[in-house]
């Protein structure tokens, strides 16, 4: 079964405006991590951003932010003010369990910045 | 300095031939990985090292063998290359925690012709 879901293929974007990539994830362990990564066309992973399952904040990191809604099992990605440095494809992954090191991706979401 | 480096950074072979991708890092991390990202872009996990000990081993050919010669770096060997490897490999490192993002390297873009 996938335990990363994104439904997004694709995205276009204004720039200067935010945009919502969705993510939603599936695990039975209590205990997990969501992670945002990046990958411009110049094809290196970056990462932008780490939610934790006992987390009771939402995670922020400048620019980026994440709506954990643990009930729903998602963990959206928001970027604020796109620019057009954020052309790219957006992959959501998940770590379950304190002791299991794997990274499960989903099939990602590219976003297009317009100027 | 970069902090995990791979090399090659793009590899052509013809069918048959065996090759090496090498990896390492200097962030100190204890656990390594080797990842497949497919022409979909979909990732999948291949092996993981912690510590120069095999961890995970997904379902891969066995004509896949990793080797870590210490914790600072994990080569990839593969033999018998077919058009199907033809993919780019990645190699990332994480700390002990929950809460750390993977460091990944900039990626090996092998074509098998």
């Known amino acids: ?115 | 300095d970069t902090a995990v480096s791979q090399t090659p950074k793009y590899l052509v072979t013809q069918m048959g031939n065996d090759k090496s991708i090498k990896c390492e890092q200097n962030l100190g991390h204890d656990t390594m990985y080797w990842y497949k990202q497919d022409s979909k872009k979909f990732l999948k996990i291949m092996f993981s090292y912690n510590n120069k000990e095999l961890i995970i081993n997904e379902t891969v050919p066995n004509r896949f063998s990793p080797k870590s010669p210490d914790k600072a770096h994990l080569n990839l060997h593969i033999n018998s290359l077919e058009l199907g490897d033809s993919a780019v490999y990645f190699c990332a490192s994480s700390p002990e925690g929950q809460g750390y993002g993977y460091t990944f390297g900039s990626g090996t873009r092998l074509t098998v012709v």
Not at chain 1, 7 to 20: I, L, N, S, Y
Not at chain 1, 36 to 50: A, R
Not at chain 1, 78 to 106: H, N, P, T, W
């Open chain 1, 1 to 115: 079964a996938q335990k990363i879901t994104q439904t997004q293929p694709g995205m276009f974007v204004q720039e200067k405006e935010a945009v919502t990539l969705d993510c939603t994830y599936d695990t039975s362990d209590p205990s997990y991590g969501l992670f945002w990564y990046k990958q411009p066309s110049s094809g290196e992973m970056i990462f932008l951003i780490y939610q934790g399952s006992y987390d009771q904040q939402n995670a922020t990191e400048g620019r980026y932010s994440l709506n954990f809604q643990k009930a729903r099992k998602s963990a959206n990605l928001v970027i604020s003010a796109s620019q057009l440095g954020d052309s790219a494809m957006y992959f959501c992954a998940m770590r379950e369990g304190l002791y299991d090191y794997k990274l499960s991706f989903g099939a990602g979401t590219t976003v297009t910045v317009r100027a």
